[in-house]
């Protein structure tokens, strides 16, 4: 295994770990959401997560406390990963268009890249769900 798939899966185990051992909805969306990738495209499954990220975070029913909105959570995981690791990428990208700066924004960014971007955006998300995915279906409880 590569040094990026090794720092790829020490990143996907803290936000899993992060997320919480009891955080079945975190759990439910990241076993969904490599195949949600796969089916729909990256940009389709990133702006679902953009869709729903904005959603006001919720009440544990059990516990009548605050819980995070998973769709953020992993939303807000994806933007940093990409940003950290694909930057090298994003100055190429950046230096052939004419917006010489691609914006932090993830969705945004996706929306401003050419088919080689996008294709390089897809296999490192991929690669990177697939790894919180094994983590959360080892460290978070399904809920009975």
């Known amino acids: ?3 990026i798939h090794d720092e790829m899966s020490k990143e996907a185990y803290e936000m899993v770990r992060k ?3 009891n955080n079945s909805e975190f759990r439910s969306l990241a076993r969904a959401f490599p195949s949600m990738l796969q089916v729909n495209g990256l ?3 990133i702006a679902f997560l953009y869709a729903k990220k ?3 975070n919720k009440k544990d029913k059990k516990n ?3 819980v995070k909105n998973v769709h953020d959570i992993l939303y807000k995981e994806i933007e940093c990963w990409t940003w950290r690791t694909l930057e090298h990428q994003q100055e190429e990208q ?3 268009s004419e917006n010489p700066k691609l914006p932090l924004d993830l969705m945004e960014r996706i929306t401003k890249l050419d088919s080689t971007g996008y294709r390089i955006y897809t296999d ?3 690669h990177l769900c697939l790894w919180i995915k094994r983590f959360a279906e080892g460290m978070i409880k399904a809920e009975k």
């Open 1 to 3: 295994m590569g040094a």
């Open 94 to 96: 950046a230096q052939k």
């Open 43 to 45: 940009g389709n499954a």
């Open 54 to 56: 904005n959603d006001q």
């Open 19 to 21: 997320a919480g051992i």
């Open 124 to 126: 490192e998300i991929m």
């Open 64 to 66: 009548e406390k605050d």
